[in-house]
């Protein structure tokens, strides 16, 4: 008897060692991936475990790009948050973020979050905006599938139009981007664990009246982002259409760059997911600019379409792009 105990606990001992043995010769998880520098004091817990935030290369640009508020009733002002790549063509698929910035409560009030747009649906969460303090916002991305995000292109994309009312239309507009904490802006990719690096995030000014600002002459509904001032597209651009999905009519918004040639022709037409046209909404020369046109979701011949899947096919000398919507009656 004492035999057979002394060979159980002997059996015993050998399994555990091993267990043990096994355990310290096993490579340690680790998400840091190679080439990439862990950014020191920076960490967050997911799953249970504590894992490394790491920093890519990979940079980004955040702008404000006003809409044509004049159209607008009851001195509400419009304007819309873009995102591109500063990495050239292959770009970057987007995970969480706070685009965080601010603006002066006494010129404008009841900030709204009006249109979502590229990255909000699907594998995101539904986009929000809120007010961490009085003239502070920040406009929340959270991506709940990771791997899966938007890809951001090196053409501004937008992300959300937010409308504000206007308490004194004689004053300017100022946003400022938040880049120091609290509550800085960040973007992360969409692995949830590497942090882009920001590239320009300018201040932006608006102005109703003819005036001077930091030396740049704004003419009515010009802006001015830092250095430079916007009062025409720098390129050629169709955005995505909002609302989306749809009914009865959705916007479309798209710029005309100043070129030699002056009046460029464009082309904007509706297909269906077989490949047939069903409505040209646009098919003329039009001068520089930022254009929006609704469409109400009809074809050609004033009929009524049925719900599904359209496509937009925007064409110019230097642009040719096509962009899904989806009507829902």
Avoid: C
Avoid at 129 to 151: D, F, I, Q, W
Avoid at 180 to 195: G, M, Y
């Amino acid at each position: 008897m004492k035999k057979r105990f002394a060979t159980l606990v002997l059996v015993a001992v050998i399994a555990l060692w091993s267990n043990v043995t096994a355990q310290k010769s096993s490579p340690s998880e680790s998400p840091v991936g190679t080439g990439k520098e862990k950014i020191s004091g920076d960490e967050k817990i997911g799953g249970g475990k504590i894992q490394s935030i790491i920093e890519t290369t990979n940079t980004y640009d955040l702008r404000f790009l006003a809409g044509e508020n004049e159209a607008i009733a009851d001195g509400a002002f419009e304007v819309t948050v873009q995102v591109r790549t500063t990495t050239g063509s292959a770009g970057f698929k987007m995970g969480t973020g706070n685009m965080v910035f601010e603006y002066d409560p006494e010129v404008l009030t009841e900030p709204l979050l009006f249109a979502r747009h590229n990255f909000n649906g699907m594998f995101y969460r539904e986009m929000s905006l809120t007010e961490p303090t009085k003239g502070r916002l920040s406009l929340n991305v959270e991506l709940l599938a990771p791997g899966y995000g938007s890809e951001v292109s090196k053409d501004f994309m937008d992300v959300a139009t937010l409308r504000f009312s206007r308490v004194d239309s004689l004053k300017t507009i100022v946003f400022s981007w938040r880049k120091a904490a609290p509550n800085a802006t960040v973007l992360f990719l969409d692995d949830e664990l590497t942090l882009l690096s920001s590239g320009r995030l300018p201040d932006f000014k608006h102005s109703q009246q003819p005036e001077t600002l930091d030396g740049n002459d704004l003419a009515k509904n010009g802006l001015t982002t830092g250095e430079e001032t916007l009062l025409l597209p720098t390129e050629f651009a169709i955005h995505q259409n909002y609302p989306n999905p749809f009914n009865p009519e959705t916007t479309i918004r798209f710029d005309v760059p100043e070129t030699r040639a002056g009046a460029e022709r464009i082309s904007l037409i509706i297909y269906n997911s077989l490949g047939q046209k069903v409505r040209v909404l646009v098919n003329t020369a039009m001068e520089a600019g930022f254009h929006k046109i609704v469409w109400d979701g009809r074809n050609d011949h004033g009929n009524q379409l049925a719900s599904g899947v359209y496509f937009m096919r925007f064409q110019s000398a230097k642009l040719v792009k096509t962009r899904k919507m989806l009507l829902v009656r």
